[in-house]
């Protein structure tokens, strides 16, 4: 095998942020763009030589071709061996599995999750370590610091594999396997929940489900899983994954999936609804008219976790990341665990999560997970819940309602305003923070301030500290708003604004979120001049 070394130079930008380096597809087709940062991500990787690497993508235009860039590449470094996804597929929950299962050195995950695909959409690729999560940012830093200044990068020159084909193939001297993308996934499914059970509520007669693709990696896992395992019958909607995702936005949200809202919503709707994202980590829970916020659903998760076999024997703790609600705080209180509180993204609940301190975590953004693998999850979360339905025998609403009878009900609303100019966004959060001394003890529309911080963090189990993950502002009621600059966009900036409220008299737990919200909403506005730098009437997103 003859290692080809090709000279090359630095391109500006190839940071990782929240989840991996994204950026438009165009900028990836430029040559060398991808080479540089696999070289950088081998690089900054230590003793691989003869180890395996899992490889495979959510589907999306250009996933083909980076798989073949990445399979030589791995070759001519080095690799003793790579596992890829059947058609240069693996979900990215899957690819977790996957090196975790076989022990693998790392995985190199080809996704840009919920953004948009096609020619003109995103792509991204991201590194994880042999625990199956995401790299610790002392590892992402080191694969931008070398692709500031990488010369060189290694390659084999010949054919491309045959991605479609089951078995074992040779890329240079390197063996290649060629894996069915599902069957890890769906064992690993089957050791957690309790299939017959759910089986039996999918035959009762008195539950269907529906379940959004999105043209997304998911179709084949969910067909897989619910429709030929579980008998759930013809549920999957949108199943074939596309490269342009059928030109939609993959995120599984009130506007996104919203041929799945107008289901449950709908007529002879039926009793659940689920969709996941363009890699299948993200998910919605859905009830006949009734939609469950991700807070909401890691607390009854959470709450219901004794139920579901693979967490039968008790969670030894929780954690969510910092704007996520504070509704599983409550349930971890009346269980005696701990409640984490991390930042945004993925990769801050691995150290914990390895450490087991944690067995469940989620996220306000439509992710939640547990120790099975180190990715949040889709398809994992909405077996959970037929789970628990299938256990509790009631409906999505009532499961909801008398959990906050309970507990009291965390009203919780995020506030997006995407694709904002990006300098102008900067200035609401330098405005901010430049007001955090003179916040606390004063009262706006009524409400009095306690606190205005920037939230960091150390991480308990190695210390490592993050600072700036988002500005707080505190009220005597408990409430909070939290504005975060998104680090997943590639136009512009993205302004996050997330609101919570909570309600202890269950007489005022049906109220829209919008409304129990409104004041909250109003101070925003006020505090931050939302209006007048993002030049919005309106986010783009609410969820
Ligand atoms: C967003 C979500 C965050 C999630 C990430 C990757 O990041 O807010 O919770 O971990 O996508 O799915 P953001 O764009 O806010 O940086
Ligand atoms: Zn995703």
């Not at 690089?43 to 030589?72: C, M, P, S, W």
């Not at 199956?132 to 990488?150: C, F, H, L, R």
Request: proline share 4%.
């Amino acid at each position: 095998m003859e290692i080809i070394k090709v000279q090359t130079q630095p391109f500006n930008g190839q940071k990782p942020g929240t989840s991996g380096l994204r950026k438009q597809v165009s900028i990836f087709q430029q040559v060398h763009y991808l080479e540089n940062f696999v070289q950088s991500i081998f690089n900054a990787l230590e003793d691989f030589q003869g180890k395996t690497l899992v490889l495979g993508g959510d589907g999306r235009y250009h996933n083909r071709t980076a798989i073949q860039v990445i399979l030589k590449m791995a070759a001519a470094n080095g690799f003793g061996r790579v596992l890829v996804g059947q058609g240069g597929i693996l979900s990215t929950p899957a690819a977790s599995a996957v090196i975790r299962k076989n022990k693998a050195f790392g995985g190199i995950i080809l996704s840009a999750s919920h953004n948009p695909g096609g020619p003109d959409g995103d792509f991204g690729i991201k590194y994880n370590i042999s625990n199956g999560g995401p790299a610790p940012e002392k590892v992402t830093d080191a694969i931008y610091q070398i692709t500031q200044d990488i010369s060189v990068y290694q390659s084999i020159e010949t054919a491309d594999i045959d991605l479609d084909r089951l078995g074992s193939v040779k890329m240079g001297d390197m063996p290649v396997e060629v894996i069915d993308s599902v069957t890890d996934y769906a064992e690993l499914m089957e050791t957690l929940f309790d299939f017959e059970r759910i089986k039996q509520l999918f035959n009762s007669g008195a539950f269907s489900m529906a379940f959004d693709a999105m043209h997304a990696v998911t179709g084949p896992y969910a067909k897989a899983i619910l429709e030929d395992r579980l008998g759930a019958g013809n549920i999957v909607l949108n199943g074939e994954p596309l490269e342009d995702f059928g030109k939609g936005h993959p995120d599984p949200n009130l506007t996104y999936a919203k041929e799945l809202v107008d289901i449950l919503y709908g007529t002879n709707a039926p009793q659940f609804g689920a969709a996941s994202d363009g890699d299948g980590d993200r998910n919605m829970i859905l009830g006949q008219g009734c939609f469950v916020t991700p807070s909401d659903s890691l607390a009854v998760m959470a709450a219901n976790a004794h139920l579901v076999p693979g967490y039968s024997q008790g969670i030894a703790g929780v954690a969510r990341s910092m704007p996520t609600s504070a509704a599983v705080d409550r349930v971890a209180k009346q269980l005696g665990i701990a409640c984490y509180e991390t930042p945004t993204g993925w990769k801050f609940f691995g150290n914990l999560l390895d450490a087991g301190k944690v067995t469940l975590c989620g996220e306000e953004s439509f992710g939640t997970g547990s120790d099975h693998v180190r990715e949040k999850d889709g398809l994992w979360a909405v077996l959970f819940w037929l789970n628990i339905l299938a256990v509790r025998q009631q409906s999505v609403q009532q499961i909801l309602k008398q959990h906050w009878a309970q507990y009291g009900r965390n009203f919780y609303s995020r506030h997006d305003y995407e694709n904002v100019d990006a300098a102008q966004a900067k200035t609401l959060m330098d405005e901010l923070e430049a007001q955090f001394d003179s916040l606390p003890g004063k009262t706006i529309s009524g409400a009095r301030i306690t606190f205005a911080d920037n939230f960091s963090y150390t991480d308990p189990v190695d210390n490592s500290r993050s600072e700036k993950q988002g500005i707080r502002i505190g009220f005597a009621d408990g409430s909070r708003i939290v504005f975060r600059l998104s680090g997943t966009g590639t136009a512009g900036a993205t302004l996050r604004i997330y609101l919570e409220r909570f309600e202890a008299n269950t007489d005022l737990h049906d109220l829209d979120a919008q409304e129990a919200l409104a004041d909250l909403i109003q101070i925003a506005d006020e505090l931050a001049k939302v209006k007048h730098y993002t030049k919005r009437e309106q986010p783009s997103v609410i969820t």
